[in-house]
């Protein structure tokens, strides 16, 4: 490993356990094993980064744009089924310490985004990119006839809170806390294509 990806590597830990207020430049040098001037040569400031830890982390959300190549030709409850399943593959994180971090990572960002600006735009712009692919592919399944006129932008972020929080919930308290991870999905994908609300034979008729 580089310098440059030792320094991303205790950025995401430093950051995550100091907040980003409290994760000094020096902490970061110290924890990567590297002169601080080194860290300022390679990413010029502490807000620097901060971005470039997020884009080190991006492959989950870069390879959205990759899971939406889907069969034209099956119903949309197979379609997301397909886009669900590949998406908590991409998601799971087979380090452990560093997915960790990770989720310590992203609920500082949450936090210091309240009161830091800086932050928050970092934070917004990571989120996009998984918001933003999302939401476009929800606009042509509504353009073809396959979804209801609804906000592809709300469908987007259910989609997307659900496969986090499932995946903070089994780094929490393991993987098998949500019992069998096809079956979960299979059970997330029906309510989310289906509703919760009953509807009455004597409706559908």
Do not use: C, W
Not at 14 to 22: D, I, L, N, Q
């Amino acid at each position: 490993m580089n310098a440059e990806q030792r320094i991303l590597e205790a950025a995401l830990k430093v950051f995550a356990s100091e907040g980003y207020t409290g994760a000094t430049t020096r902490k970061i040098a110290e924890e990567a094993n590297v002169a601080e001037v080194t860290l300022f040569r390679k990413f010029k400031s502490k807000e620097n980064l901060l971005k470039e830890v997020l884009n080190n982390n991006r492959a989950v959300f870069a390879s959205m744009e990759d899971l939406f190549q889907i069969q034209k030709d099956v119903d949309l409850k197979t379609e997301l089924l397909f886009l669900g399943k590949n998406f908590a593959k991409v998601m799971k994180d087979k380090k452990r310490d560093r997915k960790s971090h990770m989720h310590m990572f992203m609920h500082m960002l949450f936090e210091e985004g309240k009161r830091r600006q800086e932050v928050a735009e970092v934070l917004s712009d990571f989120l996009q990119m998984s918001i933003k692919p999302l939401s476009k592919y929800f606009e042509s399944q509504i353009k073809t006839g396959k979804m209801r006129n609804i906000n592809p932008q709300t469908a987007a972020l259910i989609f997307i809170s659900y496969f986090g929080h499932t995946s903070m919930l089994r780094e929490v308290f393991g993987d098998n806390f949500l019992g069998d991870s096809d079956e979960e999905i299979e059970s997330f994908i029906d309510v989310f294509t289906n509703g919760i609300i009953k509807v009455d034979d004597n409706e559908t008729r």
